[in-house]
């Protein structure tokens, strides 16, 4: 079993930064793709980013591509989603996803994925 506790959302004005941080727990962090996944009040849960277990691979989704950047500290159990340059488009809940690396990463989640509990993220205009 993995849990993961997300934290850093809040409200922020349009063009300012967050940083999302995830703890997970367990001692396999090491070996799972981690990831961020995004959901707006009335619309369906999307990919945000994911990075490899080492963190020499990341993929983005091209709404946050060079305004996002995801990072990893295995020996800290830590993911962290910096986000720059926000948008009222952002405003969402925001959830940290882990699964065990398939050695490929894909933009959907897997049936073995583990989900933290979601923090708010707001951009106002």
């Known amino acids: 079993q993995v849990q993961l506790v997300e934290s850093g959302g809040g409200l922020v004005q349009a063009g300012g930064s967050l940083r999302l941080s995830c703890v997970a727990s367990?001692?396999?962090?090491?070996?799972?793709?981690m990831g961020w996944f995004r959901q707006a009040s009335g619309k369906e849960r999307e990919f945000v980013a994911r990075?490899?277990?080492?963190?020499?691979?990341?993929v983005y989704a091209d709404s946050v591509k060079g305004r996002f950047t995801i990072s990893r500290v295995n020996v800290k159990n830590t993911v962290y989603l910096q986000m720059n340059s926000l948008k009222p488009e952002d405003t969402a809940v925001y959830y940290c996803?882990?699964?065990?690396?398939?050695?490929?990463?894909?933009?959907?989640?897997?049936?073995?994925?583990?989900w933290g509990q979601g923090t708010q993220v707001t951009v106002s205009s």
């Open positions: 996803n882990g699964e065990p690396s398939s050695g490929t990463i894909s933009r959907r989640p897997g049936l073995n994925s583990y």
């Open positions: 367990g001692r396999t962090f090491s070996g799972y793709t």
């Open positions: 990075i490899s277990p080492s963190g020499g691979t990341t």
